[in-house]
């Protein structure tokens, strides 16, 4: 998980849910999106590049960072019409 909230935030919702995740990157980690390093050092750290990954991400934000990053973006927009999704 790549979010632009708070480690303690970030770290209370995946308790409360229950999210079976280890790696979760926040803020604190690196600059927020849509600052693509967060994005990189993933694919740095999965030894894949960055153009054979696709981020799955439901705001702008996120597809700015996969661009930003030169990976693939998908958005999620849970049936809402966004302006951006083009």
Same mark, same amino acid.
């Given at each position: &998980?790549? =979010?632009?909230?708070?480690? +303690?935030a970030?770290?209370m @919702?995946? =308790?409360?849910?229950?999210?079976? &995740?280890?790696?979760?990157? =926040?803020?604190?980690?690196?600059? $927020? @999106?849509?600052?693509?390093? $967060?994005l990189l $050092?993933?694919? =740095?750290?999965?030894?894949?590049h960055?153009?054979?990954?696709i981020?799955?991400?439901?705001?702008?934000?996120d &597809?700015?960072? +996969?661009?930003?990053?030169?990976?693939?973006a998908?958005?999620i927009?849970?049936g809402?019409?966004?302006?951006?999704?083009?």
């Amino acid at each position: &998980i790549v =979010t632009r909230n708070s480690l +303690a935030a970030s770290a209370m @919702k995946v =308790t409360q849910n229950n999210i079976a &995740i280890d790696h979760v990157l =926040t803020r604190e980690h690196f600059p $927020a @999106k849509p600052a693509p390093d $967060a994005l990189l $050092a993933i694919a =740095t750290q999965w030894q894949i590049h960055p153009q054979h990954i696709i981020y799955v991400g439901d705001y702008l934000y996120d &597809i700015q960072a +996969a661009n930003n990053a030169g990976m693939i973006a998908c958005l999620i927009n849970h049936g809402i019409e966004r302006d951006y999704q083009h």
